[in-house]
């Protein structure tokens, strides 16, 4: 494939009605001249609501499940490169319904894999989490047992051309589900839920987002997990900048939710390395022969730990505010 560009292409993005395949596919369709864009996704009306706002002839649009085998082997024919976002991914609800959460976000991975691999796919991107790392709750285990799936499915390709890799980040600002739409309708009302004070996040833009997937469509070797340098919240300040005069109730960590957020552990930084804006974490099996699959950078420490409250960059209130304004969610 070429690594500079994904022109003349055949994508396709599972989730793709998503805020993130929305953002994705614009940036696609805008700067990357694919040949098509085929957008797979069980909901009907927002594939009609996405198709109204990119008017696009290149976008294609596939109703179908992830869970869905055939309906997958179908949609893929013929796709050079995969992006992989579709999952259930909200902790309460995963808690609540964990058979479906499998269902999707493991038994779907397991459907993407085999029907890449068959389809002779050339790149697949999964989207991951910052909690499928040391899990507290099912969503992050299902995503960390995606994960696995992911980075070893390079080891069942054989002569086969699929190359697997994984992008993992943190909260993406005013994704669905996310708190940011929350806090700005709990400020209506005079009065927003804070779970814990003492809660800090990663953040990342959906154009961050959506890029970081591109240099890793482009650049991977087969295996690696790429993460970006993003910066850290305060949750309090969050709510400080969408809500400044409402009164914060304190309600309690919610069951799986966790004070802070990791995106590398020390078990992980033994085989990670620094490439300026953003980390590569290498596989460790033996499907991953080193010669000639140097990305360059250079190794972190052996303690390395990568946590949205040891992180070295924080966005203070008025960056928060500024951030917010550039992405649709407040007026200046």
Known sequence: MDSDNFAGKTMMVTGGTGSFGNRFASILLEKHNPKSVRIYSRGELKQVEMGRKLTDDRLRFFIGDVRDRTRLYRAMNGVDILVHA??????????????????????????????????????????????????????????????????????????????????????????????????AKQKENGEVTV?????????????????????AAKNSKGGEIFIPKIPST????????????????????????KLHEVLVTPEEARHTIDMGDHYIITPEFKFWNVNGKEHGGKKVADDFYYSSDRNNWWLNKDEIKKLLVEEGWMQK
């Open 86 to 183: 579709a999952a259930l991914k909200h902790v309460p609800i995963c808690e609540y319904n964990p058979i479906e959460a499998v269902k999707t976000n493991i038994d779907g991975a397991l459907n993407i894999i085999d029907a890449a691999i068959d389809n002779g796919v050339e790149r697949v991107v999964a989207l991951s989490t910052d909690k499928a790392v040391q899990p507290v709750n099912l969503y992050g285990a299902t995503k960390m047992v995606s994960e696995k799936l992911f980075i070893q499915a390079n080891s069942y390709t054989g002569t086969r051309k699929t190359k697997f890799s994984v992008v993992r980040y943190g909260n993406v600002i005013g994704s669905s589900g996310s708190v940011i739409p929350l806090f």
């Open 195 to 215: 779970t814990d004070e003492r809660m800090t996040r990663f953040w990342i833009t959906l154009t961050r987002g959506s890029e970081l997937v591109i240099n």
């Open 234 to 257: 305060k949750i309090t300040d969050l709510v400080d900048v969408i809500a400044p005069k409402a009164k914060k109730k304190i309600i309690g960590i919610r069951p799986g939710e």
